[in-house]
């Protein structure tokens, strides 16, 4: 705060005490507590019948937040003033001793600022009102606009407090930004729709927010997201208007990145359309957490005819209606929506529960275009025209500007011939529009394309031939066209609905848009998405003028695709190759020309799956894309899809089967001379061999790749190739060679950006140090690990992440923390389906179990293990392994009978797959029991 303002503050807390302290601070003590004796009681009383209720309550508040600040010069400055208030002396002192605290103690500033300005009876009742106790601050007043923007900021402060960030850290985000201009419109002008739907949140668990296009439904939600208590997350936000196509399966995996929940999303490794399973699992993660808020904008768009058009988003909205959980659901929609046996998404008793929406009252709307230069026109007029178009946001800003151009008469002339025709609000908007527009409509129109805000070279490469040369500064004048005032330019999105509606030429426009953005200059070094997000754009609009070969140019010359992988962008690279696939990726007829650019889209999404830690899903495309080029006798694209089809099963647990694929991408690269597809052959190789625990083996492959990445200059592959070699000497039991490797690694990950390969060499390097017993170090270099993983979405990184802190914690002895971490890895590999992962975990609670002398759980972890293992092509010595684990925990049990019961069935097993390593291990300990008996 500046000097100003904190002497203003200091000023009026110095007012607002001097005539209590006499009643409420006495011989140096603060008497703030009514109750705590006789002597306080009555001063307290006194207080309140001297100077009324109100002062006396913020009197009190004043000097409970001063008191543990208190330093020994206030305290004597109160007690002077206690003993003579009506000395100006004294009361200048008082307020110079308060601005000096105030100074030392920005944050009281904040809290004292908060007390003074709440024009509230009881100002104790904020503290109730920050976690949602809204029936009980609301019953005294409703604040005004400025003491609704007062308790957003105490909010936001109690939101920072270290006991909220834990809980508020937990969730993924997505609320639209809120400027504060907006901000300062909707608290003035809503404030008594925003006390009653406060009100209505705190009892129920769905408010339908209705009304009509433009009059503010989204606005009003953001509006809330602000008030809402101060230990619930920033809310998820679902805008249907922008994603018009989306089904259940989109929501639902939103929704689990939002929670962190990525069993919401199980149906996607299982390969499978979601249904009620999920949804149901949706709602349990929602009833076992405490309150979080979602937010649906525009539902009205997946309606028709106030029915759901999709079964799937029906039977989410169903769930959230009927069963039970803690979540707050907030849906903004035109219409009220209904499901198919009739009833509706909420309870409409007497109007009560369907808040629907109007515009601004009277007073406000008439504020409105007053403050907005019409305060020259008669009050009565001005009415009249508030009430001709029902207080309609958008509606009053273009009257401001029809009024200014044709006069109050001619407008409320109009307005009454679109009474008499009965037409609605949105029409009388509509037409307002129209009439506006003018010449300027077919720049509108073309603006309405972008769908982000543009620079003004954005809006002039859309000047039509009748343009005038001023058809920016009027459309601004005119309120249609946004900016602000910073170079952004925009349109209001009912606006943009008419204007995209009336274009004619779509095509053109969005290739005008296609051309601006490619005009971008962007960074000489891009670092993250919004670097090239002017990329994305072009290639949005050049889909959406169905020109999908230069799409496709605009990914590949960009390098967009290697960027937005390297960042761990996945699901942004899904959203850009979807467009340029047929509606079936698969069997569709494709809508690229070029038949090897299909096929690397194709194999593109196989790599994006990939990342995202979905190999099932990874090898259908991998699989196709093989497929195409086969067809297509592109032997490059050919040997790139084997060698992806390798590293999926690889990722499965099946090695045998990886290096097959690997030896045959190796052979194709040798022979076109592809020294690229040779290096990366030989690296996946090198990591199959590391896998199946052959290590010299596996360095000999890596070295190789290593000089091909040194001598092509690839970067990318050096590191990767660099911490793989790490890994092989850690796992050799060298941590100290491995650290040096994972270093090197490490540096280039940076110098690149390569997110996922830095969290990967992290992980290792904390692997290395729990080696060495640094275990504190190794939970550091582990936690910045999981922290990028899960920022790009990197399934199996998270998952080999997770499983190695549990191992960290394991070597602590600290076994309960190691079982949290080795459930939540399971849980992972599970829904990815690594069957390998699967079985590393088991094994590991197992062994949790076994140190915790829980040897029924631990018997019961080490089956499971011992089957996955059996069951695998590439089981290795794994089956021995974890059969010797479960015999040791028999053994453990100190039951004989149940020992050589278990060796019994293993020993058929044994037999039955034939598998020498379990009957060699069966059968001599078998012997060794029955010798012990003898």
């Known amino acids: 705060m500046d000097s100003v303002t904190l002497e203003a503050i200091a000023r009026q807390a110095a007012v607002i005490l001097a005539p209590a302290l006499p009643f409420i601070y006495e011989g140096s003590k603060a008497v703030v507590t009514k109750g705590t004796d006789v002597l306080g009681d009555m001063l307290y009383e006194k207080a309140f019948e001297k100077i009324g209720s109100k002062y006396g309550k913020k009197a009190k508040s004043l000097l409970e937040k001063i008191s543990p600040k208190m330093t020994e010069s206030l305290r004597k400055t109160l007690t002077k003033v206690s003993q003579n208030s009506e000395d100006p002396k004294a009361k200048e002192e008082l307020q110079q001793e308060i601005l000096k605290l105030l100074r030392e103690n920005p944050d009281l500033a904040r809290e004292i600022e908060v007390t003074i300005n709440l024009n509230i009876e009881n100002i104790e009742n904020i503290d109730q009102f920050a976690v949602g106790n809204y029936n009980t601050f609301f019953n005294f007043e409703t604040p005004s606009g400025d003491e609704f923007i007062k308790i957003n900021e105490y909010l936001d402060r109690r939101r920072k407090e270290a006991a909220n960030q834990e809980i508020l850290n937990c969730y993924n985000p997505s609320t639209p930004p809120y400027p504060e201009k907006l901000k300062q419109f909707v608290t003035q002008n809503r404030a008594e729709e925003l006390r009653k739907n406060l009100t209505y949140l705190e009892n129920h668990w769905i408010l339908l927010i209705s009304g009509i296009g433009g009059v503010g439904k989204s606005t009003l939600a953001r509006a809330l997201v602000d008030l809402r208590p101060i230990n619930v997350p920033e809310p998820f936000w679902f805008n249907f208007n922008q994603n018009q196509n989306a089904k259940l399966g989109d929501i639902l995996e939103k929704l689990a990145a939002y929670m962190n929940a990525p069993e919401i999303a199980a149906f996607k490794a299982e390969r499978r359309e979601p249904g009620k399973t999920d949804v149901d699992k949706l709602t349990g993660e929602l009833h076992r957490r405490s309150e979080v808020w979602l937010i649906f904008d525009d539902l009205s768009t997946v309606l028709e005819d106030q029915q759901f058009t999709d079964k799937g988003i029906e039977l989410l909205f169903s769930s959230l209606r009927y069963n039970d959980h803690k979540a707050k659901v907030i849906v903004t929609s035109r219409t009220l929506p209904k499901f198919e046996n009739g009833e509706s998404l909420v309870d409409v008793i007497e109007g009560e529960e369907k808040h629907h929406l109007n515009g601004l009252r009277k007073e406000f709307a008439v504020n409105y275009l007053v403050s907005n230069g019409l305060d020259k026109v008669e009050t009565q007029k001005l009415e009249e025209l508030a009430v001709g178009v029902d207080g309609h946001p958008l509606a009053l800003r273009l009257l401001v500007q029809l009024v200014k151009e044709y006069g109050a008469n001619d407008i409320l002339e109009d307005l009454s011939m679109y009474r008499d025709q009965m037409e609605d609000t949105i029409l009388k908007a509509r037409k307002l529009f129209d009439k506006l527009a003018g010449e300027e409509k077919a720049l509108l129109e073309r603006i309405s394309v972008y769908r982000e805000p543009v620079n003004m070279k954005g809006i002039k490469d859309m000047f039509a031939e009748r343009t005038p040369k001023n058809g920016v500064k009027k459309l601004i004048d005119k309120s249609l066209l946004e900016t602000d005032h910073n170079g952004s330019y925009w349109l209001h999105p009912l606006v943009q609905e008419f204007s995209y509606d009336d274009l004619e030429d779509k095509k053109t426009a969005h290739m005008f848009a296609v051309k601006y953005y490619l005009s971008l200059p962007l960074p000489e070094k891009p670092s993250e998405k919004e670097d090239v997000q002017p990329l994305i754009e072009a290639h949005h609009h050049a889909c959406m003028a169905e020109e999908y070969d230069q799409a496709a140019v605009i990914i590949w010359r960009s390098n967009l695709h290697y960027l937005l992988d390297l960042w761990g962008n996945s699901k942004i690279l899904i959203e850009i190759y979807e467009k340029l696939l047929p509606e079936d990726h698969f069997k569709g007829e494709p809508v690229l020309k070029n038949k090897k650019t299909h096929r690397f889209i194709i194999a593109s999404m196989g790599n994006a799956y990939s990342h995202l830690g979905e190999p099932r899903k990874a090898i259908e495309y991998y699989k196709q894309a093989h497929i195409i080029s086969k067809e297509i006798e592109d032997k490059q694209g050919e040997g790139e899809a084997i060698g992806n089809l390798g590293n999926e099963y690889s990722h499965l647990g099946e090695f045998r089967k990886a290096i097959k694929y690997y030896e045959k991408s190796l052979k194709i690269a040798r022979e076109r001379r592809d020294i690229y597809g040779e290096s990366a052959a030989l690296g996946n190789l090198g990591t199959a061999y590391t896998d199946l625990k052959e290590p010299r083996k596996a360095i000999e492959y890596y070295e190789q790749s290593l000089k091909i990445s040194i001598e092509i200059v690839d970067r990318r592959g050096e590191a990767v190739t660099l911490g793989n070699i790490g890994t092989t000497y850690r796992e050799m039991g060298e941590p100290r060679k491995a650290i040096e490797y994972y270093e090197q690694a490490l540096k280039i990950d940076r110098e690149i950006g390569d997110k996922q390969d830095e969290a990967r060499n992290l992980e290792n390097m904390g692997l290395a140090f729990s080696l060495l017993g640094e275990h504190t170090k190794a939970i550091e270099y582990c936690e910045q690990a999981l922290k990028i993983a899960r920022e790009v979405c990197d399934r199996i990184g998270e998952s080999e992440t997770l499983g190695n802190m549990g191992s960290i914690y394991y070597y602590r002895r600290e076994f309960r923390q190691a079982v949290e971490y080795y459930e939540q890895a399971l849980k992972i590999n599970r829904k990815i389906g690594d069957i390998y992962g699967q079985s590393v975990d088991l094994r590991n609670l197992g062994s949790a179990y076994k140190e915790l002398r829980e040897n029924r759980k631990a018997i019961e972890y080490y089956e499971q293990a011992l089957e996955i293992s059996i069951e695998m092509e590439d089981g ?59």
Request: aromatic residues 8%; hydrophobic residues 35%.
């Open 876 to 934: 290795c010595k794994q089956e021995v392994e974890n059969l010797i684990l479960l015999w040791i925990a028999y053994c453990n049990l100190g039951e004989p009978r149940e020992t050589v019961e278990f060796l019994k069935k293993y020993l058929a097993i044994g037999k039955a797959i034939e598998d020498p390593r379990i009957i060699g291990f069966c059968e001599q300990e078998l012997k060794e029991l029955e010798g012990s008996d003898e």
